[in-house]
């Protein structure tokens, strides 16, 4: 069985902080990796995607890969209380196959 | 309007009863999906379709069935609840395959309650 491994948290963070939210998978043929968030009570929406190793920027949010460790991370800096939501980690092969979400972490942000 | 619409938004049901969550999506996507969500499983794929006449079953699809009357409705059936499908339901549309672009664009969510 394919995983995607995230820490459930919560974690906490102080308002202006680095949030650093940490995913390992076990698919080494995983070609794509993506971060979905979630706030309480909405559905998610796709925030980052990733697909060389190294680092991508987006704003505030930076994705991490290194595939010969079976990991992504997600960096939020200058966290805001508006980025307490739930981080979701998924993978896929590519194409037109399936994605495989982890459980997510929850990220609470404290003004 | 939501571009992914989803009913009913919450539906609570008893054990062997036979429940139909609708989604219908005005965003022109030939591919549409259903998953589920529990607390502390994440998402997972129950069916999905890229086009009216195919169908696929995802990671979990034992006791539900689906039906795509058109390019923008696709239906999710319990034919018979049990308890442990008690969840949160989500379609879901994306425009190109998801390993492409990994965006799949998500209705507000069905909860679903089986006593």
């Known amino acids: 069985q394919k995983e995607v491994e995230q820490n459930s948290g919560p974690l906490s963070v102080p308002e202006g902080a680095i949030a650093s939210l940490n995913c390992t998978y076990s698919d080494r043929g995983s070609q794509s990796f993506f971060w979905y968030r979630q706030y309480s009570g909405k559905s998610p929406e796709l925030i980052m995607s990733?697909?060389?190793?190294g680092d991508k920027e987006d704003g505030r949010f930076t994705a991490q890969l290194n595939k010969a460790s079976q990991y992504v991370s997600l960096l939020i800096r200058d966290s805001q209380p508006s980025d307490s939501a739930t981080y979701l980690c998924a993978d896929s092969p590519g194409g037109d196959n399936d994605m495989r979400f982890g459980a997510g972490t929850r990220l609470t942000v404290k003004p | 309007d939501a571009d992914v619409t989803q009913t009913p938004r919450n539906r609570i049901t008893k054990t062997g009863k036979r429940i139909m969550l609708e989604c219908s999506q005005t965003k022109g996507h030939d591919r549409m999906y259903w998953y589920r969500q529990d607390p502390g499983l994440g998402l997972q794929l129950i069916y999905y379709s890229f086009d009216v006449k195919d169908i696929n079953k995802g990671e979990i699809s034992d006791g539900y069935s689906v039906s795509r009357q058109a390019q923008a409705k696709f239906s999710l059936s319990l034919e018979s609840a049990i308890p442990n499908q008690t969840a949160l339901y989500f379609c879901a549309t994306s425009e190109t395959g998801t390993g492409v672009t990994g965006e799949l664009f998500f209705g507000e969510g069905s909860r679903l309650t089986v006593l």
């Open positions: 990733i697909y060389s190793n």
